[in-house]
Protein backbone atom coordinates (compact mmCIF):
# COMPACT_ATOMS: atom_id res chain seq x y z
CA UNK A 1 0.00 0.00 0.00
CA UNK A 2 1.70 3.28 -0.99
CA UNK A 3 2.04 6.00 1.58
CA UNK A 4 -0.31 8.58 1.55
CA UNK A 5 0.36 11.59 4.62
CA UNK A 6 -3.12 12.48 6.46
CA UNK A 7 -3.64 16.18 5.32
CA UNK A 8 -3.42 17.54 8.52
CA UNK A 9 0.53 16.48 8.48
CA UNK A 10 0.71 18.67 5.45
CA UNK A 11 -1.18 21.65 6.69
CA UNK A 12 1.76 21.88 9.74
CA UNK A 13 4.52 21.29 7.01
CA UNK A 14 2.86 24.18 4.88
CA UNK A 15 4.29 26.95 7.03
CA UNK A 16 7.95 25.91 6.95
CA UNK A 17 8.06 24.91 3.53
CA UNK A 18 6.94 29.10 2.91
CA UNK A 19 9.32 30.18 5.67
CA UNK A 20 12.15 28.41 4.30
CA UNK A 21 11.30 29.23 0.34
CA UNK A 22 10.61 32.88 1.15
CA UNK A 23 14.08 33.02 3.25
CA UNK A 24 16.22 30.96 0.10
CA UNK A 25 14.42 33.25 -2.60
CA UNK A 26 15.34 36.53 -0.85
CA UNK A 27 18.75 35.73 -0.86
CA UNK A 28 19.35 36.30 2.76
CA UNK A 29 22.16 35.56 4.63
CA UNK A 30 22.35 32.25 5.68
CA UNK A 31 23.87 31.62 9.76
CA UNK A 32 27.02 29.20 9.58
CA UNK A 33 26.71 26.11 10.86
CA UNK A 34 29.30 23.83 11.35
CA UNK A 35 28.11 20.01 11.25
CA UNK A 36 31.07 17.57 12.34
CA UNK A 37 31.20 13.76 12.79
CA UNK A 38 34.10 11.47 13.71
CA UNK A 39 35.38 8.77 15.67
CA UNK A 40 35.66 9.25 19.34
CA UNK A 41 38.14 7.10 21.71
CA UNK A 42 36.67 7.31 25.37
CA UNK A 43 38.61 6.80 28.76
CA UNK A 44 36.30 5.61 31.18
CA UNK A 45 36.84 6.15 35.00
CA UNK A 46 35.26 2.69 35.27
CA UNK A 47 36.34 1.56 38.97
CA UNK A 48 33.86 4.44 40.25
CA UNK A 49 30.99 2.31 39.37
CA UNK A 50 32.74 -1.23 40.11
CA UNK A 51 34.97 -2.33 37.45
CA UNK A 52 38.56 -3.19 38.36
CA UNK A 53 40.38 -1.11 35.55
CA UNK A 54 39.66 2.05 33.65
CA UNK A 55 37.75 1.39 30.00
CA UNK A 56 38.85 2.08 26.90
CA UNK A 57 35.52 2.93 24.92
CA UNK A 58 35.71 3.32 21.26
CA UNK A 59 32.34 5.44 18.99
CA UNK A 60 31.48 7.96 17.57
CA UNK A 61 30.93 11.61 17.75
CA UNK A 62 28.22 14.21 16.21
CA UNK A 63 28.35 18.14 16.76
CA UNK A 64 26.62 20.84 15.36
CA UNK A 65 28.25 24.27 16.01
CA UNK A 66 27.03 28.32 15.39
CA UNK A 67 30.50 29.49 15.49
CA UNK A 68 29.91 32.76 14.87
CA UNK A 69 26.53 33.74 17.18
CA UNK A 70 28.78 36.97 18.41
CA UNK A 71 32.00 37.57 16.98
CA UNK A 72 34.40 34.76 17.81
CA UNK A 73 31.40 33.20 20.62
CA UNK A 74 29.39 30.38 19.45
CA UNK A 75 27.03 27.80 20.45
CA UNK A 76 27.74 23.78 20.43
CA UNK A 77 25.57 20.86 20.38
CA UNK A 78 26.82 17.67 21.17
CA UNK A 79 26.14 13.87 20.95
CA UNK A 80 28.44 11.49 21.62
CA UNK A 81 28.73 7.35 22.44
CA UNK A 82 30.94 4.91 23.54
CA UNK A 83 31.36 1.00 23.71
CA UNK A 84 33.15 -1.49 25.30
CA UNK A 85 32.70 -5.40 26.19
CA UNK A 86 30.18 -4.23 29.29
CA UNK A 87 29.63 -0.70 29.09
CA UNK A 88 27.92 1.87 27.00
CA UNK A 89 28.19 5.72 27.13
CA UNK A 90 26.21 8.43 25.89
CA UNK A 91 26.94 12.16 25.59
CA UNK A 92 24.32 14.85 25.51
CA UNK A 93 25.74 18.08 25.57
CA UNK A 94 25.36 21.84 24.87
CA UNK A 95 27.00 25.55 25.39
CA UNK A 96 29.27 28.06 24.50
CA UNK A 97 32.08 27.38 22.02
CA UNK A 98 35.55 30.29 21.59
CA UNK A 99 37.04 30.25 18.57
CA UNK A 100 39.94 31.84 16.93
CA UNK A 101 40.53 31.51 13.02
CA UNK A 102 43.92 32.35 11.43
CA UNK A 103 44.26 31.49 7.42
CA UNK A 104 43.01 27.47 6.75
CA UNK A 105 43.59 26.97 10.83
CA UNK A 106 40.85 27.54 13.28
CA UNK A 107 41.20 26.77 17.28
CA UNK A 108 38.55 26.13 19.21
CA UNK A 109 37.73 25.47 23.08
CA UNK A 110 34.65 25.00 24.63
CA UNK A 111 32.64 24.15 27.95
CA UNK A 112 29.51 22.05 27.53
CA UNK A 113 26.96 20.77 29.90
CA UNK A 114 24.30 18.03 29.87
CA UNK A 115 23.39 14.65 30.52
CA UNK A 116 25.46 11.68 30.52
CA UNK A 117 24.24 8.11 30.51
CA UNK A 118 25.48 5.02 31.26
CA UNK A 119 24.64 1.08 30.69
CA UNK A 120 26.41 -1.56 32.03
CA UNK A 121 26.13 -5.56 30.75
CA UNK A 122 24.68 -7.91 33.56
CA UNK A 123 24.15 -11.68 33.49
CA UNK A 124 21.08 -12.15 34.95
CA UNK A 125 17.89 -14.26 33.19
CA UNK A 126 15.38 -11.34 33.57
CA UNK A 127 17.75 -8.30 32.52
CA UNK A 128 20.73 -7.89 30.42
CA UNK A 129 21.64 -4.34 31.45
CA UNK A 130 21.62 -1.19 33.97
CA UNK A 131 21.28 2.22 32.83
CA UNK A 132 21.79 5.27 34.96
CA UNK A 133 21.36 9.07 34.10
CA UNK A 134 22.99 12.14 35.10
CA UNK A 135 24.66 15.10 34.71
CA UNK A 136 27.68 15.48 32.39
CA UNK A 137 30.16 18.04 31.58
CA UNK A 138 33.36 18.54 29.19
CA UNK A 139 35.71 21.19 29.47
CA UNK A 140 37.84 21.10 25.96
CA UNK A 141 39.54 22.20 22.36
CA UNK A 142 40.83 21.30 19.29
CA UNK A 143 41.84 22.21 16.15
CA UNK A 144 40.21 22.14 12.39
CA UNK A 145 41.92 22.78 8.95
CA UNK A 146 40.59 23.80 6.01
CA UNK A 147 40.72 21.68 3.17
CA UNK A 148 38.13 23.17 0.78
CA UNK A 149 35.57 26.04 0.25
CA UNK A 150 32.91 24.15 2.91
CA UNK A 151 35.17 21.11 3.95
CA UNK A 152 37.68 21.41 7.16
CA UNK A 153 39.90 17.98 8.96
CA UNK A 154 39.53 18.29 12.45
CA UNK A 155 42.35 16.00 13.51
CA UNK A 156 42.38 16.61 17.28
CA UNK A 157 39.03 17.25 19.83
CA UNK A 158 40.19 16.33 23.33
CA UNK A 159 37.41 16.44 26.34
CA UNK A 160 37.85 16.39 29.66
CA UNK A 161 34.13 14.65 30.70
CA UNK A 162 32.73 14.72 34.56
CA UNK A 163 29.90 12.22 34.80
CA UNK A 164 27.83 11.69 37.58
CA UNK A 165 26.42 8.53 36.95
CA UNK A 166 24.80 5.23 39.16
CA UNK A 167 25.55 7.72 42.19
CA UNK A 168 29.32 8.38 41.83
CA UNK A 169 31.60 10.53 39.85
CA UNK A 170 33.62 9.68 36.91
CA UNK A 171 36.75 12.04 35.27
CA UNK A 172 37.12 10.81 32.00
CA UNK A 173 38.85 11.87 28.68
CA UNK A 174 37.51 11.88 25.19
CA UNK A 175 39.76 12.33 21.91
CA UNK A 176 37.83 12.53 18.45
CA UNK A 177 39.11 13.26 15.33
CA UNK A 178 36.82 13.40 11.84
CA UNK A 179 35.18 16.05 9.06
CA UNK A 180 33.19 19.30 9.12
CA UNK A 181 30.63 20.70 6.47
CA UNK A 182 30.61 24.16 6.89
CA UNK A 183 27.07 24.83 5.85
CA UNK A 184 26.02 28.56 4.82
CA UNK A 185 30.03 29.56 4.64
CA UNK A 186 30.57 33.19 2.54
Not at 144 to 165: F, G, M, N, Q
Request: glycine fraction near 12%; charge should be positive; charged fraction near 15%.
Amino acid sequence: MPFRPHRSSLVWLAPFFLIFNSSFSCAQKLPEIDAYGGYAFTRLNSPSIGFSNDSNLNGGIVSFTAPHLYEELGLTISASEGYGSQLKVYNFLVGPQFSFEKGRLRLFGNVLGGKAETKVAINQPTRSEITSVGRGIALGGGVEISLAHHISVRPIDADYIYSKTFGSSQNNIRISAGLVYRFGKK
